[in-house]
């Protein structure tokens, strides 16, 4: 199963159908815990020079996690969810096979808007127990964001970067969750940022 795959399914609605597709990544391991990286919309399943690539191989390597990577195509307004429950539904219908465990928990780090679609739903999943929210698209349905967060019962750490427009949203974050702000880091965490990024999961999810 260590290999790249294609999930497909149809959405239907009033009439309509909507053919998706889905790239993902699995790498098996026996660990209970398998760990998902979420790209921001139109995101690609290994990320700007192989970022989420690096970053899912350092979490096994250091870890011995199950690990996984999806892309996050752009679908439709009305289904922003729609790439991130079709992945985690892929996950657990075959948990066994992938970290030779019946009981598993998942931890993910999200980016932009694949965060803010995580944040909305992992409470929905009592598999997921870490989150690691980066640059968060507060923009998108923020008091679904806030509700949804607030339903969560496992650990989050939000991420910022100092450029970020969501970064105005620390000061209600801090009182609750830990919170992280990078100095100078934009929304993509581009250029000497990159790095920082990279290893974010190490330091953040502990």
């Not at 149809?10 to 597709?21: L, Q, T, V, Y």
């Not at 290994?46 to 390597?61: A, F, L, S, V």
Request: hydrophobic residues 35%; proline residues 3%; negative net charge.
């Amino acid at each position: 199963m260590n290999e790249y795959n294609k999930l497909t399914w149809a959405i239907e609605n009033k009439g309509f159908k909507i053919d998706c597709n889905l790239d993902i990544f699995i790498s098996p391991a026996n660990n209970k815990t398998i760990f998902i990286t979420i790209p921001g919309v139109d995101g690609s399943i290994d990320g700007y020079k192989d970022k989420y690539k690096r970053i899912t191989e350092n979490m096994q390597k250091e870890h011995g996690y199950a690990i996984a990577r999806m892309a996050n195509p752009y679908i439709s307004s009305l289904y922003w969810d729609s790439n991130i429950r079709e992945m985690l539904e892929y996950i657990l219908s075959n948990k066994k096979e992938i970290t030779g465990n019946d009981d598993i928990e998942i931890h993910i780090m999200a980016h932009s808007a694949g965060a803010a679609v995580i944040a909305q739903i992992a409470w929905e999943y009592p598999e997921i127990t870490k989150l690691l929210l980066v640059n968060t698209a507060f923009g998108l349905k923020p008091e679904k964001i806030l509700k949804g967060i607030e339903s969560f019962s496992g650990q989050i750490n939000f991420v910022f970067g100092s450029k970020d427009p969501s970064v105005g949203w620390v000061e209600n974050l801090k009182e609750k969750y830990n919170v992280r702000v990078i100095d100078g880091a934009d929304h993509n965490f581009s250029d000497e940022h990159l790095e920082t990024f990279i290893k974010l999961p190490t330091k953040e999810t502990k």
